[in-house]
């Protein structure tokens, strides 16, 4: 994972690049392999970014990345599982790439199909800001299923985001102040459901969401994807093939998301802890590749016994990182 953050202020007021790096700073925990900072030349919008380098470990994966024409910037968090695939529409179209990260794929996407076409064809898990010059308009976005965080704010100064809370307020206009409503879906449902979050002010933004923000004020906020949508479709088309076609049509879908999510320039691992899931994408990494080092983690008292029989059948080395039950269990 890496930690994005940054600024679009009000007329008037400029992006102070302290403020801007304590706020990125907040979130080294997400980006231990370096940092960048990036603000406009009028001073209306600075970009940070903390990296923790998966793809393209050189310097042309660094970010806050600008696009080729200069138009758009880009900080980013996640990976885009297809970047591939749309790497070779996209130099089909005349783009030249100088590096081979995904990142770079995104920039070259939103070049030529702009932001909002763009976010359906990506299949990934990202959190991401894109300023675009030429309109003066920042763009959040977020994935499908909200697996990367991204917070907001609107404050006296302009908009303020981030990937964690924490780098919000290391900005310093933003009151800490509970939230009723979050406090209370808390202590209802065990976590916060988006757009709420624990205080007043900030929001969570919705997955599937993207916001468009000019002038230090949030604009727009639109979703380019709704699971209500998509389950109601499913539910007027059902699968009407069978029960063998279901089960190959599903383990075809599993080992293509497996192997997209193996993409990686750095060694790669999987958590096992015996139960199905993990079972499941352990097995079919092993059918991919013998090249990796297994991590498994485990709750001793647990998983003991499933994991010793998924070690027996799966023929690969395994390593242990065993969690201490009464650690675990106070820290829940």
């Known amino acids: ?3 994005i953050a940054g600024v679009v202020v009000r007329s008037g007021v400029l992006v102070e690049r302290e403020r801007l790096a304590k706020m990125t700073n907040h979130l080294t925990h997400r980006g231990p392999d370096g940092i960048g900072l990036w603000i406009s030349d009028n001073g209306s919008v600075g970009l940070g970014h903390r990296r923790l380098s998966i793809i393209d470990l050189s310097a042309l994966g660094a970010q806050p990345m600008v696009s080729q024409s200069g138009r758009y910037v880009i ?13 070779e529409v996209l130099e089909g179209a005349g783009y030249r790439f100088v590096g081979h990260s995904d990142t770079e794929v995104v920039l070259a996407a939103v070049e030529l199909w702009g932001v909002r076409r763009s ?3 990506l299949r ?14 920042l763009w959040l976005a977020r994935d499908r299923i909200g697996i990367k965080p991204l917070y907001f704010a609107e404050t006296p100064v302009g908009v303020v985001f981030a990937s964690e809370l924490r780098a919000i307020h290391a900005f ?3 009151a800490q102040e509970i939230s009723a ?8 449902y065990g976590y916060i459901p988006g757009p709420l979050t624990i205080f007043r002010g900030v929001t969570k933004l919705r997955p599937g969401a993207c916001v468009s923000v000019s002038g230090g004020m949030v604009r ?29 049509d599903l383990d075809l879908h599993l080992r293509q998301s497996v192997r997209e999510h193996m993409v990686s320039d750095v060694p790669i691992g999987a958590f096992l802890s015996g139960g199905i899931d993990s079972s499941t994408v352990a097995a079919l990494m092993q059918a991919e590749t013998q090249n990796f080092m297994w991590e498994t ?12 029989y998924m070690m027996s059948r799966l023929p690969m080395s395994h390593r242990f990182l065993p969690i201490l039950w009464p650690v675990w269990h106070a820290s829940r």
């Open 1 to 3: 994972m890496c930690g």
């Open 75 to 87: 900080t980013y968090n996640g990976e885009i599982y297809n970047f591939r695939e749309l790497r």
């Open 119 to 121: 976010l359906p064809r």
């Open 124 to 137: 990934g898990m990202f959190a991401f800001a894109i300023w675009d010059e030429q309109e003066q308009r």
């Open 172 to 174: 310093g206009d933003t």
């Open 181 to 188: 409503h979050g406090l209370s879906a808390y202590l209802r």
């Open 220 to 248: 727009e906020t639109a979703d380019y994807w709704n699971i209500d949508e998509v389950a109601r479709r499913g539910a007027e088309e059902p699968v009407a093939s069978g029960e063998a076609a279901s089960v190959a």
């Open 297 to 308: 983690t485990t709750l001793n008292r647990l998983f003991r016994n499933c994991r010793t």
